[in-house]
């Protein structure tokens, strides 16, 4: 069985960027990581434009990826982490930007 990594997605209000970024993570993954399996999992903070309807296709059209959508608006903050509770496998590269010394 291959390790599987889950790339979790917030979004809203993000109709111009879910396809293109879906492609763009499958062919990473598949060119770079082809020894992993994976899933996307978007999760959409209660979007008001096209976004839920291209993530239905998305999902539609291929098993690995996922969405969960938000009855409201949960923050940009909450949504997320409820997204990461959902996936598979999940880890947090810390890149310091965010602690003061």
Do not use: W
Request: aromatic residues 8%.
């Amino acid at each position: 069985m291959r390790k599987k990594i889950s790339i979790v997605i917030p979004t809203y209000n993000e109709e111009a960027n879910v396809v293109p970024l879906s492609k763009a993570v499958i062919e990473v993954m598949e060119r770079d990581l082809s020894e992993y399996d994976y899933e996307i999992l978007f999760i959409d903070n209660h979007s008001k434009d096209n976004t839920q309807a291209l993530l239905r296709g998305l999902c539609a059209n291929n098993k690995k990826i996922k969405a969960i959508f938000n009855a409201k608006n949960f923050g940009q903050a909450r949504s997320p982490v409820y997204g990461m509770k959902q996936a598979s496998f999940l880890l947090l590269p810390d890149d310091q930007q965010n602690h003061r010394y």
